[in-house]
């Protein structure tokens, strides 16, 4: 790999020490000059018996920075070594592990993820409705039909686990226990819906404390209570760590930035690396852009950027740089205008001599549509996207949806296209990304067949399953499998000393078959002996057998080790009940490492429309875009108007948005607002993160962009989002004649 860099990369790797802020925007190659700067520290800079810390956002990013790292080092002959690479949540509990006794934990401390935790928050919202059912159901209006009353107690109990939820995990990284947060409560009237989630968290906290669980935040702040309660031992783990370089800041939580702020707190080495203009997860998770932005902004803190972007042709930068200087300029809400998005770095194409150059204007499109109704929308989109992809089966494509349940719609029709002709055109990464899905199908029917080893028809559904895969090249034989619906599974896997046939003496198999089934039976021969194993660990076993991909042995990775945290939580588990929660995962009824593709390892392929949300898709490009659903409801701009959370049944109310905000004043020492002005702050935090939003939908496109809308939407006329309404306006003049309208 090429250790060139551009003349910003080369800026950042210089670095030697200090608090430096890098603001990097999309494609500008930031893990290419993490990597970079890294391996400079270790080779130049770094003290005897000392390590670079790494810390990133996902476990694929894990595995994509420390390869880098290590090829850099082989270019300079340098040995494998000075580095280590986190995720935040794995530094934490190995600083915890090394003490837990100064987080107040033992030794066998446990820590719930996706499958073994999924049951603790909605069994505390449940049980916090049975207990309070009277009160809790007094919030739904009297007047309505049975009908209405029906929708409306599903609705207020989903809003109600959402709402256990957001408190939970915003309490947690202000560091407030249940106790905490009901002192802090008594010091003034707080609203109904903040009362409800505090209560929601204290059953949850009692919960986990009664299996002696953690859950990721609680993770992350056991490890600072360690650091916090020993000195030595927080200055020891300091110098260990003499370097800390910090990818996605603009995702950083509070307890994220507090743990790297006190490795660093003595060296006072910690490198930031994020884009502003990227954050899109501060209203459904505890992050917050503005730490970033803050700590940017800080007069101790050198702050550089990396603005050069090889990824998207000029039109598409343009219309980039449009938004931003239109959210910043522009936007009719003055404080939309401070928190959305960020002039300070500006997108900027290579320069003539870059070896990475920008696709080329000629070829670059950007159009905007505006249909009949989301049935047009969505019919006409993914039939010019089929299209797209047969006439350039060498291209990449993705529609891209702002909601799973839009992205849904689009693959419903994409599935009638496919069956005409008859081949893959689209992958459906709405949910679980598609390598996620394959991994845990393929697990899932192998343990499966573990579990009922005697019956062929068990067989017969592995062999199948591993054939649809591709996992063997040559399990595809429609005869193999009539075999094995037949075959004497105890015969065929453990032969006899006598040879007795494990198939009826009228079936005749070629040589090549037969050694196909021996082959086949030496596998199960080896899973079976594993067997006595626990899930967790027959599972890896497996997965050495049947995965060649690093991704993929990541992913069997990940599910080993979340099915031994579920295991520990319910020890009665069954191999068959192992088998069901990988099948769920695999049919995507299960949500797993879903935040973003990048962390399943995702890589669009050429000739099939990858369909996913803008949300999922940050990190990636394809040659052509489609944007759809980009319209007034889902990229709104007036915080007087109606928003997504706000319920009818609740005369417009948000009791999640209400709470989080209430709960954020309420441990600044700020002074009580009314209901309205606390809904107006929650509505302008998310018409600016939508904003970000729809940057990173411009930014995913290489060559081509198409933006849509539908003009009807829910029984009501519906326009373009009104930021690209202002730039539609003056395209011409912005985007010179590279902008088609079509509406």
């Given amino acids: 790999m090429s250790l060139s860099l551009r003349p910003e990369q080369a800026e950042i790797a210089r670095y030697r020490g200090g608090l430096l802020a890098v603001s990097a925007v999309p494609g500008s190659g930031k893990t290419h000059t993490l990597a970079a700067l890294a391996v400079n520290l270790i080779a130049e800079a770094l003290p005897p018996e000392s390590e670079v810390l790494v810390v990133t956002f996902t476990n694929s990013a894990v595995d994509n920075i420390r390869a880098r790292i290590r090829r850099f080092l082989k270019a300079r002959n340098l040995p494998d070594g000075g580095y280590r690479v986190f995720t935040l949540h794995s530094l934490a509990n190995a600083i915890l592990r090394e003490r837990p006794d100064l987080a107040g934990l033992t030794d066998d401390y446990r820590v719930d993820d996706e499958i073994s935790g999924r049951q603790a928050m909605p069994d505390a919202a449940k049980g916090y409705i049975v207990e309070n059912h009277a009160y809790w159901q007094s919030f739904l209006p009297t007047n309505l039909d049975d009908r209405q009353r029906q929708k409306a107690l599903e609705g207020w109990q989903e809003t109600t686990e959402r709402l256990g939820y957001e408190i939970t995990r915003l309490a947690k990284n202000l560091k407030l226990t249940p106790a905490d947060l009901k002192a802090l409560m008594a010091k003034q009237p707080v609203s109904d819906f903040l009362r409800i989630g505090a209560a929601i968290y204290e059953r949850y906290d009692r919960i986990l404390n009664a299996g002696g669980r953690l859950d990721f935040d609680d993770l992350i702040w056991g490890a600072i209570r360690a650091l916090c309660n020993d000195d030595a031992f927080r200055r020891r783990l300091g110098e260990r760590w003499s370097f800390i370089l910090e990818d996605e800041a603009q995702d950083s939580t509070p307890l994220q930035e507090e743990i790297l702020a006190l490795l660093s707190r003595d060296h006072g080495n910690w490198v930031r690396v994020g884009d502003p203009n990227q954050a899109i997860m501060t209203t459904f998770t505890a992050s917050d852009v503005r730490l970033f932005r803050t700590f940017r902004r800080r007069p101790d803190v050198h702050s550089l950027s990396l603005t050069v972007s090889g990824r998207s042709a000029l039109p598409i930068i343009q219309l980039a740089n449009a938004l931003v200087l239109w959210a910043v300029h522009e936007h009719p809400e003055p404080r939309v205008r401070e928190e959305a998005l ?44 089929a299209r797209y992809v047969q006439r350039y089966p060498e291209r990449t494509c993705a529609i891209l949806a702002p909601t799973n349940q839009y992205g849904q719609e689009v693959v419903a029709k994409l599935i009638e296209l496919q069956a005409q002709v008859n081949r893959p055109i689209f992958q459906d990464q709405l949910r679980n990304a598609q390598p996620v899905r394959d991994v845990a199908r393929a697990l899932g029917a192998a343990l499966a067949f573990c579990a009922q080893p005697t019956q062929a028809q068990q067989l017969a559904k592995l062999y199948e399953t591993l054939a649809e895969l591709g996992l063997f090249a040559r399990l595809r034989d429609k005869h193999t499998l009539a075999v094995l619906r037949s075959v004497e599974t105890e015969r065929l896997i453990f032969p006899s000393p006598l040879r007795e046939p494990a198939l009826p003496s009228s079936v005749r198999l070629s040589e090549e078959q037969q050694a196909e089934l021996d082959r086949v039976a030496s596998l199960l021969r080896h899973w079976l002996r594993a067997s006595v194993l626990p899930a967790d660990q027959l599972v890896l076993v497996i997965a050495q057998d049947l995965l060649r991909k690093e991704n993929e042995l990541a992913i069997a990775h990940s599910l080993s080790v979340s099915l031994r945290r579920y295991q520990s939580v319910r020890p009665r588990a069954s191999l068959e009940d192992a088998a069901e929660l990988l099948t769920e995962i695999a049919r995507n009824r299960q949500r797993y490492l879903s935040n973003s593709l990048i962390e399943a390892g995702f890589e669009p392929i050429p000739g099939q429309i990858t369909v996913t949300t803008m949300h999922k898709a940050k990190g990636l490009e394809w040659d052509r875009v489609y944007l759809i659903g980009v319209d007034e409801i889902e990229f709104p701009q007036d915080p007087e108007g109606s928003f997504r959370g706000q319920q009818w049944y609740f005369g417009g109310h948000d009791p999640c948005a209400e709470a989080r905000k209430e709960l954020e004043r309420l441990h600044r020492g700020a002074k009580p607002i009314s209901a309205d002005e606390l809904v107006r702050e929650a509505n302008i935090e998310y018409i600016a993160e939508r904003l970000r939003l729809l940057y990173v939908g411009i930014t995913r496109a290489r060559l081509e962009l198409i933006i849509s809308y539908a003009q009807q939407r829910n029984q009501r006329a519906n326009q373009l989002a009104p930021a690209l309404q202002a730039l539609r306006d003056r395209a011409q003049h912005q985007l010179g004649d590279r902008l088609a309208v079509a509406v």
């Avoid at 001599?353 to 989301?374: E, Y």
């Fill in 342 to 385: 960020s002039a300070e770095a500006l997108i900027r194409p290579t320069a003539p001599d870059d070896p990475q150059q920008n696709p080329p204007t000629s070829q670059a499109k950007i159009w905007v549509h505006g249909f009949r109704d989301v049935e047009d929308e969505v019919s006409k989109i993914a039939q010019t996207a």
